[in-house]
């Protein structure tokens, strides 16, 4: 259990300026990185790739190098003046109770819940919401240090048992286990070497599909491929499990099983680059299982909604790029057939969940969620009535009921879980969550930037309503801008650490994302990626050429894909920019691929072997390979984790080695690398709390209104 010194909030000031010490900070001494000769040619191009090394965590330079950048790392951000400070204050608001939306299953309910001061959420059992519930699975009992966390759960039709996962120390990796509602004891059988994959129960609860790899050979490096879809029947061994599908020609294709209201068939979603998929029907014969693909003409998105014993409702965007609900007769499946039941709008459909004779469609209106009801025949109901500049998180069937529940979040507000009558289209609150602040200090406006090529592109600019255009406002920018992912308006402790101390929180709507569907997309991926980082430039500009801020007090920040648009940030306008912070990004455009997942992002990204004029864009932006001595980087926090297996820290650590090398003077550009920790779900709440408080205390350092001079 984690033990923190707690401060109330609003004891910390919450209006002042963000400052830091007016000393220097000592010049950096930075561990050394060998560099090899090590060549890669690409279409008759040699590529040095100097720390090829670091990419083997085994090797005992690599250990070596780890050890060293983490010790320098801690030392840094440990001494400055707020991290202390910081640290109380992301403690305290993240000891809050929290409740995740519950799901219905047979006559009772399920949910996630935290007290605020366990290391990782809890699941608890209600016999039909009646009761205020019982614990049911305490991940904080499976490890000492918090760090395994509940990673999936699903609960049979009946209600008698829940599949749950367990993620050790972050990895992707689950391990499958059946725990017993009633007794609360777990059945025997284990089921190993699964990641990527949900459970859909047989109607019958009597068994469950799901989806594993052969055993690696490298967990968190190796390539994760030939992935099969299998059958579990309760109380049997998982070695005895029924092969239900593999695609051994296909070995880079993701299959995984769904299941949908309204009838026992299960469906397979099946994709392997980008983010189409096509789907396949899985029906039991006297010879076991067999497998029919439903035929598409297009490559397009479709998502299984509802079904009953003649039809499948699925949302799509085959020729809709922002989406469209269409009704298949299984009977007779071909594209000429389908029907369409509610057609394409200018705003991207989100998602699409029913709820007994309804459906529930949440809009996206310049990326801010919208919630509109229709009858399965397309009659639309009307819409639902929601807070404004926010996010739906999720919305959840109650049983075969009329009922709803939906969480409902933005800038200032932790999920909240309501309680939606779809035919009253009456809402009502299920569980308020309460927060050491009053949300009605601050203010969030969208702001719009123009890109290079004429694209207006939205922000959400958020601060204390006692925030005014200075000039010199220390600013956090983040963005993505990548496979079809929506950043709408979500609350986070960070941002709001940050605009209590007068810092100002910006979220840019990047092409590449989902927000205005297919083309928005579209617009940000392959040959168009330049787009993407053209959009955040011209965020950042707008701030700065509306009086927000200034580029000694800005930051650009980004996590994962929005690593890489932060590698790039730094690598192409260092000048733009005070700090930068790229976490667990992907910062080596020529190798990605070859790790774990990697392949998968190739519709997004293309691959360096796909053709000269491919390999020659991604080299032209890769942050790895735009590293150049003499362009004075401002300061630097690459983040990253140990077990992240789905974009492997070796994109940091190269990254990292390949700066410091190029820049031994100047701004410092560290490292922080979380021992125990993956690509970002699961960490512990100590985890949560070190991370958050030395990536702000770096920020104050490097961007607030009193920042001290670079090391000479």
Known sequence: MLTIERLETRTLLAGDALVTA????????????????????????????????????ADPRTEAWIEAQSHLATETLQALPTRADRAAQIADLLAQPSVDSPVTAGRSLFWTASDGTQAQAVLF??????????????????????????????????????????????????????????????????????????????????????SRYPEPTNPLES??????????????????????????????????????????????????????????????TAAG???????????????????????????????????????????????????????????????????????????LDDAVARLEVFTRAG????????????????????????DAFVSYTNFTQPDQVLSLDVVSRRVRPWYTPTVPFDPADFVTEQVWATSRDGTRIPAFVSRLRS???????????????????????????????????????????????????????????????????????????????NGW????????????????????????RPDLFGAVVPEVGVLDMLRYQEFTIGYAWAGDYGRSDDSEEMFRYLLGYSPLHNVRAGMNYPATLVMTAERDDRVVPAHSYKFTAALQHAQPQG???????????????????QQRVDMSADRLAFLDEHIGKQRSPPPS
Do not use: C
């Open 22 to 57: 007016a000393a220097p900070l000592p010049s950096i001494e930075y561990p050394p990185a060998e560099r090899i000769e090590h060549v890669d040619t690409f279409f008759g191009t040699p590529v040095a790739d100097p720390y090829r090394w670091l990419e083997d965590p």
């Open 125 to 210: 059992v209600s016999r039909a919401g009646r009761d205020a519930g019982r614990i049911l699975l305490d991940p904080n009992t499976l490890s000492a240090d918090g760090t395994v966390s509940l990673a999936a759960w699903y609960p049979s039709p009946s209600g008698r048992h829940v599949a749950w996962a367990a993620s050790d120390g972050g990895s992707d990796w689950r391990t499958w286990r059946i725990r017993d509602v009633r007794s609360g004891r777990d059945l025997p059988e284990r089921i190993e070497w699964s990641k990527f994959t949900r459970v859909a129960w047989t109607e019958d609860s009597r068994g469950f599909f799901y």
């Open 223 to 284: 390539s994760n491929s030939n992935m099969a879809v299998f059958h579990h029947r309760l109380g049997s061994s998982p070695a005895n499990d029924v092969k239900v599908f593999e695609a051994p020609d296909q070995p880079s294709l993701l299959m995984e099983p769904v299941s949908a209201r309204g009838h026992g068939r299960v469906w397979l979603d099946l994709f392997s680059t980008g983010i189409t998929n096509t789907l396949a029907h899985v029906t039991r």
């Open 289 to 363: 299982f067999r497998v029919a693909n439903l035929p598409t003409v297009t490559a397009a998105v479709y998502r299984v909604i509802a079904q009953d014993r003649r039809h499948v409702w699925i949302h799509t965007t085959a020729d809709a790029p922002n989406g469209r609900v269409i009704r298949v007769d299984l009977r007779n499946p071909e594209p000429a057939e389908w029907r369409e039941v509610v057609a394409e709008r200018p705003e991207d459909i989100e998602s699409v969940t029913a709820v007994g004779s309804r459906l529930i469609i949440e809009y």
């Open 379 to 402: 009659r639309p109901i009307g819409p639902v009535s929601l807070p404004d500049l926010g996010d739906v998180t999720a919305v959840t069937a109650r049983g075969d009921s009329h």
């Open 467 to 545: 925030v005014t255009p200075t000039g010199d406002n220390p600013t956090w920018l983040y963005g993505y801008g990548g496979f079809a992912v929506s950043y709408t308006p979500s609350y986070s402790p960070d941002a709001i650490a940050w605009m209590q101390r007068g810092g100002v929180y910006v979220v840019a709507t990047l092409r590449g994302g989902g927000e205005y569907g297919d083309a928005w997309h579209e617009a940000g991926t392959k040959l168009q990626k330049q787009n993407v980082f053209d959009d955040f430039i011209s965020v950042a500009e707008w701030l700065v050429t």
């Open 549 to 572: 801020t200034s580029p000694n007090h800005l930051a650009a920040n980004g996590r994962s894909n929005g690593g890489l648009l932060a590698g790039a940030m730094l690598t192409q």
């Open 667 to 685: 701004s410092p550009l560290l490292i922080r690398i979380e021992r125990r920790a993956g690509h970002g779900s699961g960490a512990s709440l």
